[in-house]
Structure formats: structure tokens, C-alpha cells
């Protein structure tokens, strides 16, 4: 049963994907500008801009672009950045270990913080600590990550001294070398999504221990932590375990956003470039790997989701 499920998930996934990439080099085609005039600058003659245009393919029919490009993607040809003239995939390999490094940090942060917190505020419910733990994740979720890391800086970098202000590490660094440059970055990615985590957390759990199987087994006499471990947290996380796939999607936006306030080499930070340099094939490369990214994100929590919930793969 389960690899009959996990095998109608990657179907999905494989459509999603097509689905995507189909938007995404749709959305590239229809943005405004001469890609072959950009990049040869403004005093380019009629004829430098015909002769790259047919070097690039870009007179080709739009859809024998769109499978051109696809295959080659699938195959790991992501081509060459029109600005650098660097070879696209071993850039986003690079920036993509480094935003593997902050994200991966966030998410140790967050999931654990948000999953305690909203644990504590469900056994202390309508107590003033669970009315701290509730205001404090309305707070964190209000409040972008811009405006965090605008009010995070002068405190912890310029007052306290505790983290440097500034990212901006060498592309090649190690986890261990970039390692304090990620610390404040990741407190401010990991804000938002340590409050979806808590008021998720908090709700799931209220619901469990309000339920006849914890009762019953308080009355059995049952130890307090074994119940809390056993029975209340297994059902208690199942909806945490979706927030925190949708949580990805945040903790994606949430990196473009820090990576270039605190000028981190990362995915999001070359995102912007390509953008503001209409470098189509980083662009595109780039939009998919976060798909991607999404998709196996969504996958692995439905896997998580399913061991916990054996009637989700049944079908039931």
C-alpha cells in the first residue's frame, strides 16, 4: 500500500513539475526588453542584435524553445548565464549549498522552538504563559522579515556585539567557517514560521488532550510525560507536520529577503541579480530549483504524514 501511495505522490510531483516549468518559461518569455539588446548595451547596431538573437535561438517558435530548454534541464544542461557568460548549473550549485546552510540552520531553529512552545501554551491554556506564548507568535508572524532584520542588527550587531552584521562570506565557505555568519540570519528567517508552528501546535494539542483516549489514560495512571510523549504528541503533530511543509515556502521567501539584507551568497540573493539583469537562463534555473524544492518539501511531509496516519495511505 505505501509504495502504491508513494508512487500516485511522485506522479504528482512529475505533473507539478511539468506544470511549472511550463509557467515559469512562460512568465521569462513575457518579460519586457530585448534580452539580446540588454546584453549587448544601448549603442548596439540592428545587426549585433539580429546575429545574437539567432546565437541565443530566441527567433525560434516559442514552444520549440520551451522543449529545447526542458530537456536540457532534465538532462543537466541549464545552460549559460547570459550577463557572466558562466555556466548556470555549477552557480546555483554553489549558491544552493549556501542557502542549504541558513535554511537548514532556520529550520533546526524553528521547528523545534515552535513545537515546545506550542506544547507549553497547550498545557498552561488560558494561563498567562500561554497568553505570552500566543501574543509572542501573533507578534513574529506580524512582523516581515525585512522589518526584523532592520530591528535585530543594531541590537544583537552594533549594541550587543554578539553576531556580525554583514554575510557576506566567500561562495565556497563551509558550513563551519560560515557558521557565525548564519546565526542572526537564521534567528530572523526562523521568526514567522516559529509563530505558524506554535498557534498550530498549541491548537493540535488542545484538541488531543481535551480527547476520551488521554482522559482514559490519565485515569489508568498512566505516567503525565508518558502520555504527553505516547499518545498526545503522535496525533498532535500531524497538522504541524503540513504547516511546516507550508512553512517552506515562507522560509524561501523569507531567504530572498535576508540574503539580501545581510549580503549572503545564497539562491535569493542571485535571484535578484538575474532579475535585474533579465539573465534568462539563472532565472529560470533558479524558479525551478525552488520548485523543486517545494515539491519534495510536500512530499516528505505527506510521508511523515502517512507513518503517523496509516489511514492516509489506505486510502481510508
Known amino acids: 500500500m505505501m509504495g502504491r501511495y508513494l508512487l500516485r505522490r511522485a506522479g504528482l510531483i512529475v505533473l507539478t513539475l511539468i506544470l511549472s516549468s511550463l509557467v515559469i518559461f512562460t512568465i521569462t518569455q513575457l518579460l519586457p526588453g530585448d534580452i539580446a539588446r540588454v546584453m549587448l548595451g544601448q549603442f548596439a547596431t540592428e545587426e549585433a542584435i539580429a546575429n545574437l538573437t539567432e546565437e541565443l535561438g530566441l527567433n525560434r517558435p516559442i514552444y520549440v524553445q520551451y522543449f529545447d530548454w526542458l530537456i536540457k534541464f532534465v538532462q543537466g544542461d541549464w545552460g549559460i548565464s547570459q550577463m557572466s557568460r558562466q555556466p548556470v548549473y555549477p552557480l546555483i550549485m554553489q549558491r544552493l549549498k549556501n542557502s542549504g546552510f541558513l535554511a ?10 515552535g513545537v ?7 498545557r498552561r491554556k488560558d494561563k498567562v504563559v500561554d497568553q505570552a506564548i500566543t501574543t509572542f507568535s501573533m507578534v513574529t508572524v506580524a512582523i516581515p522579515e525585512f522589518v526584523t532584520a532592520l530591528l535585530l542588527i543594531p541590537l544583537l550587531s552594533h549594541h550587543l556585539e554578539w553576531f556580525p ?3 557576506s562570506i566567500s561562495p565556497g565557505s563551509t558550513f563551519a567557517e560560515a557558521f557565525p555568519y548564519l546565526i542572526l540570519p537564521a534567528i ?5 514560521s516559529i509563530g505558524y508552528i506554535t498557534k498550530m501546535t498549541r491548537a493540535g494539542t488542545i484538541d488531543v488532550l481535551e480527547s476520551g483516549y488521554v482522559r482514559a489514560a490519565y485515569l489508568k495512571g498512566v505516567p503525565r510525560f508518558q502520555v504527553l510523549t ?13 504547516v511546516v511543509a507550508i512553512c517552506t515556502a515562507a522560509l524561501i521567501a523569507g531567504i530572498v529577503v535576508v540574503e539580501m539584507v545581510f549580503g549572503y551568497p545564497g539562491m535569493g540573493r542571485l535571484l535578484v541579480y538575474s532579475i535585474e539583469n533579465r539573465d534568462l537562463p539563472l532565472i529560470q534555473a533558479v524558479s525551478m530549483i525552488f520548485v523543486i524544492v517545494l515539491t519534495l518539501a510536500n512530499l516528505i511531509a505527506d510521508i511523515l504524514y502517512s507513518l503517523l496516519n496509516p489511514r492516509i495511505r489506505l486510502g481510508k
Not at 515546545?116 to 497547550?122: Q, W
Not at 505516547?230 to 503540513?242: D, F
Open 104 to 113: 537548514g540552520l532556520a529550520t533546526l531553529i524553528y521547528v523545534p522552538i
Open 116 to 122: 515546545i512552545l506550542g506544547v507549553v501554551a497547550a
Open 165 to 167: 552584521a554583514n554575510s
Open 188 to 192: 530572523v528567517v526562523s521568526l514567522t
Open 230 to 242: 505516547r499518545h498526545v504528541l503522535r496525533n498532535a503533530l500531524l497538522p504541524t507536520i503540513t
